[in-house]
Structure formats: structure tokens, C-alpha cells
């Protein structure tokens, strides 16, 4: 009994020892020739010597994960892939430099209207002034508003697309990008070109209040004449598109389209499920479920976009 008591405690000394040796050996605290000659990690100077400024980081940007099935890839590979998840086709959001250079031919277009800019007519101040609202849009997206128009081929054939960036306050539909589609349409007239429309937007700017909502019968009434011109008017619906945009020139095109998954209605799921007090059907207001219900004309995914326009506009044109 004695003896195993020993036992014990020898071998209790010795797992001590041994993991005092191990933890000073790890901080540098003993000399490489004290250490045992059979460890596996050997520190060979003492403490971490790499200055702060020569230490390393890894780049914000190299990788993303998609919202959709938790799919980690690089950005590049993302990019390469027109921001299409390579796992499971979710679609992430681009701008109108993304969708030009997928639709133009060889990536070469001409900006229309880009002199045309947001006035604060209101002086309107909420959280923060409009005019600087504008300023800190400006300066961090580069952009000259939330639509921009460019007229380029598509397949051969000669097309002008406006297409709104979110990222320029939410892609709000104001008084530029009412003009800049009134200008568009008159371009369409003089040069009976076909116009194509790429919608991302949650809605009216508040800060323009009635400026932004008299967009909407302006667009209409424009958009008209290029039906009775018998010029094709192409609406695409990306995610998201809501408000004053899909409750005029978004849903009235000779051909509605709608990417997979987009988001499309006019106020949000959860505004109108608080209204009517009844829960929503699965998938509502998705473009599938919008496609079922007669509002959109066809799906299509942004690699067969260009193919499918370049064959709308032959088939217009015959």
C-alpha cells in the first residue's frame, strides 16, 4: 500500500516537472541545451523578436461569405463569377459598372446625362442635412446619382440601359433619376434605340418629398410615348426592388424580367403582414413567386442575362 503511494506521487512529480519544463521552454526562459533532446518543439531565441509594423494582417476583402447557404470563396472568385454564389446561385448585389460591362459589348459604352445632379430644394435636415447626405454619397461611391444611364451594342444591337446603384442612398428614386430616365426615353425617340431599365431601389427619397413622388407619372408619361413609337421598353427587377419604382416604369415594360431570388413588391413583407394581420405565403414577393402570379414575364440569371436581351432585341427588331 505504501509503495503505491509512492508510485503515485512520483509519477504526480514527474507530470509537474514536465509541464513546467514544457511552459519554459515555450516562453524562452531555458536554454535550447537544458531542454530534453527528445522534444518536439524546440524555441530557439528567446520571447517574440518581430517588431509591430513588420507583423502582418490579413487584407479586409479577400473573402465572402454568401447571406444565402453560408458558401465561403473569395472575392475574386465572386467577381469571376459575375456575384453569382458558385454553391447554391444566390445573387448578390451589383451596380451599374457590374451590369454594364456584363451587357456592353466588349465592355464599351457611353454615359449619358452624367452633368445631371440632386439639388436640396427643401433645405431638408433630418438626422443630418440633405446637402451633406449627398456630399458623403458622392465622395463614397464615385457615383453622379442613383441611376446612371449609358447607350453601347448588346449583342450588335444598339440598347440604352439605366440602371440604379443601392448604394447611393438605398438607390431612391429623386429627381435625377426621374430626369435621367425622361432624358433616356428622348434619346430612345430621336434615335429609336430600344431602353432597358435595371431596377434596385427601396423606394421614393423622402428628402425630395413631392419632387420624388411627381417621378413617377413623369417616367410614365415618357416611357408611353415609346409605346406608341413602337420602340421596346425592357424592365429588369433586381434585388431589391420596392416603392415608387415598382409602382410605376418597373412593372410596365414589354418584357418584365426579374433576377433569382429578387425581392420585388411595393411596401415590404413584414409592413404588410403587420397591416392585414394574417402570415404571408412562403416565398412572398420572391420573383419566383411573382412569376406564378402573373406579374413578371420570365426569370433569368445574370450569366444568360446579355444572351437573353441580345435575343429580345433581335426578335424586336424583326
Known sequence: MNQEITDKKKFLQMSLKHEEDYNAQLSGSIPEQESTSNSWFKRRKKGINTSTSEKKETPDGLWTQCPSCKYTCTTIELKENLSVCPKCS??????????????????????????????????FNDLKPYKK?????????????????????????????????????????????????ARSADYCLQHKTPLMIISKSGGARMMESAFSLMQLPKTLGKISRLSVAKIPFISLCTDPTYGGTTASFAMVGDVNIGEPGAMIG???????????????????QTSEFLIDHGFLDMIVGRKQLKEKISVLLSLFAN
Open 266 to 284: 411595393f411596401a415590404g413583407p413584414r409592413v404588410i403582414k403587420e397591416t392585414i394581420k394574417r402570415d404571408l405565403p412562403e416565398g412572398f
Open 90 to 123: 444566390y445573387h448578390h448585389r451589383i451596380g451599374s459598372a457590374e451590369y454594364f460591362d456584363i451587357f456592353f459589348d466588349n465592355q464599351e459604352f457611353t454615359e449619358l446625362f452624367a452633368d445631371v445632379r440632386s439639388v436640396d430644394f427643401l433645405g
Open 133 to 181: 447626405r449627398l456630399v458623403e454619397a458622392y465622395s463614397k461611391t464615385g457615383l453622379h446619382d442613383s441611376i446612371t444611364a449609358a447607350v453601347g451594342n448588346v449583342g450588335g444591337s444598339s440598347l440604352v440601359i439605366c440602371c440604379m446603384d443601392f448604394n447611393f442612398i438605398g438607390g431612391s428614386l429623386g429627381s435625377v433619376m426621374g430626369e435621367k430616365i
